[in-house]
């Protein structure tokens, strides 16, 4: 199914029983708009057409919210719904933030940092007349980062004629950038992980947990997961992975693979790491092994009816966006599976982007300890109130989430 049609039946189904009246479905299950434009940049010696997406969903709440993502993945149909989806995480997250997305289709890897800076700066020169501190707000996402922000930020302000930092988030530090915002979707994603030990009786040392994916989001879950007790013993990237039973030591593996140039071998325990304390597994593997917490933190989809019969994790946390297909989610519901939905899970990131803005706006600083407070009492309180919904109806975890989501933007549009 394609995945704009999968955001749309999601909504639809919640809306229904909702009660929504027609004009606002008809609303919300299309984005306010999108622009789809061309971005020349001269690659090598020749000048190449690359492909770049803005969608502004809804902006019932407060501006458009999003990020921006560059990958050869990249569509029309994946940026709108991942728009949509950017709409319920601010709603259930309680921020004066509606959703947005962007994306360029492109594999930034193939390109030079000069080529790179070329496109992030010819991508902002093509929504400029759309986005803005009160219009629509980026920040990063897939295969985008601070360095990328500054760019855009610095294109942002030629075009505008003075200054705003409060355009973009997720910027450098020296950039009026955010103590804490690199880390906070992995913070984030761990508050949801101990209260749902909590909620389930699970004991942190007892507790095993895979993650597939281990960039800025997957590194910093596992790291606070670690840190908290939790026994992560396997991680993936994109050609493959480790399986350490006794819990790695995130942040030396972190640091080994940076210095091997891949992950494998990277069986660090404690202060060392040593070949024989783990053994490589592939992508596949890793969502099949005999664990207790599964965390996605990578692409949508990669949970799907080809290998969601084989998961043997009770618990899935969404830390990507999207990981699970229609399919693959029917599946786990009928064998039991509780999973923690992405707009609920993954969104330390936006949250600490909030605070990222207020700042600007306010021109004040706030400290890291701040940053991740206002996260952990944010999410705390959605999925207290998800939990709360989910036993009261009888609602899935997602359904719930959506239910309260849809229901906020829905009155604010009314
Ligand atoms: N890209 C992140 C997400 O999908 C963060 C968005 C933001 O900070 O605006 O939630």
């Known amino acids: 199914m394609d995945i704009f049609q999968k955001a749309q039946e999601q909504f ?10 027609a004009s606002i479905i008809d609303e919300l299950k299309e984005p306010h708009r999108v622009l789809k434009f061309q971005i020349p940049v001269k690659v090598g010696s020749t000048k190449k057409i690359f492909y770049g997406f803005r969608s502004q969903h809804n902006n019932a709440l407060g501006p458009y919210k999003g990020g921006i993502r560059f990958s050869p993945l ?4 994946e940026v709108k719904s991942l728009s949509m989806w950017m709409t319920w995480k601010c709603a259930l997250a309680d921020l004066p933030l509606g959703g947005g997305k962007g994306g360029v ?3 930034p890897f193939k390109l030079t940092r000069e080529e ?3 496109l992030s700066r010819g991508y902002v020169r093509e929504i400029f007349p759309i986005i803005g501190s009160n219009k629509d707000i980026p920040a990063p996402d897939v295969n985008t980062n601070s360095q990328i922000m500054a760019w855009m930020s610095d294109e942002y302000n030629k075009l505008y004629g003075k200054e705003d930092w409060a355009v973009f988030t997720g910027k450098p530090i020296e950039l009026n950038g955010l103590e804490g915002r690199k880390e906070a ?6 508050v949801v992980l101990e209260e749902l030990a909590k909620f389930y009786g699970l004991e942190p040392k007892k507790t095993t947990i895979a993650i597939q994916g281990f960039g800025n989001v997957g590194y910093h879950f596992a790291l606070f997961a670690a840190e908290r007790g939790f026994k992560v013993v396997a991680v993936s990237e994109k050609d493959g992975g480790i399986y350490v039973e006794e819990g790695i030591n995130p942040e030396l593996v972190l640091k080994c693979k940076e210095e091997k140039g891949e992950i ?4 660090c325990v404690g202060s060392v790491c040593d070949a024989r304390l ?3 597994i592939t992508n596949k593997e890793l969502f099949t092994l005999d664990i207790d917490i599964l965390v996605p933190a990578a692409i949508e989809n990669v949970i799907t009816e080809q290998n969601a019969d084989k998961i043997k994790a009770k618990y899935i946390i969404e830390m990507a966006n999207g990981p699970i297909s229609e399919e693959g989610e029917r599946i786990l519901c009928q064998k039991g599976k509780i999973c923690v939905p992405d707009i609920l899970s993954n969104s330390g990131g936006v949250i600490g982007s909030y605070f990222e803005w207020i700042q600007a706006k306010e021109n004040r600083k706030l400290k890291k300890e701040e940053v991740f407070e206002g996260i952990k009492e944010k999410i705390t309180k959605s999925f207290r109130k998800m939990v709360e919904l989910s036993k009261n109806k009888k609602l899935s975890f997602r359904d719930a989430a959506y239910e309260i989501a849809i229901s906020k933007v829905a009155q604010a549009i009314e």
């Open 264 to 267: 494998a071998g990277c069986y």
């Open 278 to 280: 783990g053994r490589e």
């Open 74 to 77: 990249v569509s029309e149909s």
């Open 105 to 107: 289709i492109v594999d």
């Open 185 to 190: 979707t992995g913070f984030g994603g761990v």
């Open 12 to 21: 639809l189904s919640v809306a229904k029983k909702l009660d929504l009246s």
């Open 116 to 118: 790179l800076e070329a």
